[in-house]
């Protein structure tokens, strides 16, 4: 993966945050770059889920397949061919880029356009939501369609004019029957090849971690190795939720193996720890029927740390006299033999 894909997924994660649980998204995430880079002019990637399953460029200028399954190559009956609807958005840009160049007077400098789009589709197949966003230098959002079956929302942004109301009216027309049910084919295509990977269960695994810090303990909540991203992770004391703003961490990271991670640290004060507390943590994912959960109980685990900590300390004055004992008589010895040869 190039440098610019993985910019661009990062971007992706940071847009794309609302797709439950028990749903599966398609989105293509489109750049037109205007200046002196290293990049083509124009790039599109798009994502089934988290797997990334196309990429186009304005260099190359066809369509390369990618995802896990490599066992089939894809021909246009299972996967419909979007190419030209690829180029549609390059030109698209294009064109903008002359309006957003007029509008501030660019000249020189580097110009970004991004453009996403994509849908979402329930576990039982039904459409979920079809979304269109413009962004325009990475800052502001403009002109942007949400149509999530039963509504469409349409917001013209404030950087160019708007449409009026017939363009407006086609592109509505174009949503509805042609990039949503377009859409819904290909991500269900995808979901098809792709299944051994994005219809994956993997459990999480759970810890408790305790690690000192000034002024007292940090008490962190580790969920890994779980397929989807999606998780709920909860840390309770005396079993109450803690307030998320008394937490820290909370992101879903990926760890570089196709699973996720997710960790939510508590700091516990050296106070608090003397009280007697029950420190819990437990997680609800797509793979299991039940929580998982651990659960750590503060004030008890002191006593009874000083308590081995003491035993430690004796054990170890047992051995160190054991061994100084031992070094005494052995030098006793070897003096003794000494002696007996020099006479
Ligand atoms: C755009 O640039 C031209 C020429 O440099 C200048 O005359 C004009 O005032 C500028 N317009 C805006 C809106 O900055
Ligand atoms: C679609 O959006 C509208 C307005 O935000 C909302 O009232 C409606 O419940 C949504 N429908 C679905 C199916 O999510
Ligand atoms: C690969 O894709 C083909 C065609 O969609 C599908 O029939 C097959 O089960 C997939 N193989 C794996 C290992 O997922
Ligand atoms: C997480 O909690 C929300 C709200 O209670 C629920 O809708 C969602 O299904 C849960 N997700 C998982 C993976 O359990």
Request: hydrophobic share 20%; aromatic share 18%; net charge negative.
């Given at each position: 993966m190039g440098k610019l894909d993985v910019f661009l997924l990062q971007l992706f994660f940071c847009t794309i945050v609302?797709?439950?649980?028990g749903s599966h998204s398609l989105w293509a995430f489109a750049t037109y770059i205007i200046g002196e880079?290293?990049?083509?002019e124009y790039t599109i990637v798009e994502m089934l889920d988290d797997v990334q399953v196309i990429y186009y460029d304005s260099n190359d200028k066809h369509t390369v397949y990618r995802g896990h399954n490599t066992t089939h190559k894809i021909n246009s009956n299972e996967i419909p061919d979007r190419t030209y609807l690829f180029e549609d958005i390059y030109h698209r840009m294009k064109e903008r880029s002359y309006d957003y160049k007029r509008r501030f007077n660019h000249t020189e400098g580097i110009q970004v356009q991004q453009s996403m789009g994509g849908c979402e589709m329930l576990d039982n197949g039904d459409p979920a939501l079809i979304m269109m966003k413009d962004i325009f230098n990475a800052i502001s959002v403009d002109h942007a369609i949400f149509y999530n079956i039963t509504h469409y929302t349409y917001d013209p942004g404030k950087l160019l004019l708007g449409w009026d109301g017939i363009r407006q009216a086609v592109e509505r027309s174009l949503v509805e029957n042609v990039y949503l049910p377009l859409c819904i084919k290909s991500l269900k295509a995808w979901l098809k090849r792709e299944k051994n990977v994005v219809m994956r269960k993997v459990a999480p695994r759970l810890r408790l971690i305790k690690k000192d810090v000034s002024g007292g303990l940090r008490v962190t909540c580790l969920a890994f190795g779980?397929?989807?991203r999606h998780i709920n992770l909860t840390l309770l004391r005396d079993g109450q939720p803690v307030a998320?703003?008394?937490?820290?961490g909370g992101e879903v990271l990926p760890s570089g193996d196709g699973t996720y991670q997710m960790r939510k640290s508590l700091e516990v004060s050296t106070k608090e720890l003397m009280e007697r507390h029950q420190y819990s943590c437990t997680a609800s994912h797509l793979s299991l029927d039940n929580k998982l959960d651990v659960s750590w109980k503060s004030g008890a685990e002191r006593v009874h740390l000083s308590i081995l900590s003491a035993l430690l300390v004796i054990v170890l004055i047992v051995i160190l006299l054991g061994i100084s004992i031992c070094l005494a008589r052995r030098r006793h010895r070897l003096t003794d033999n000494f002696t007996t040869c020099k006479r």
């Open positions: 609302n797709t439950g649980s880079t290293s990049f083509p779980f397929y989807p998320e703003q008394e937490l820290t």
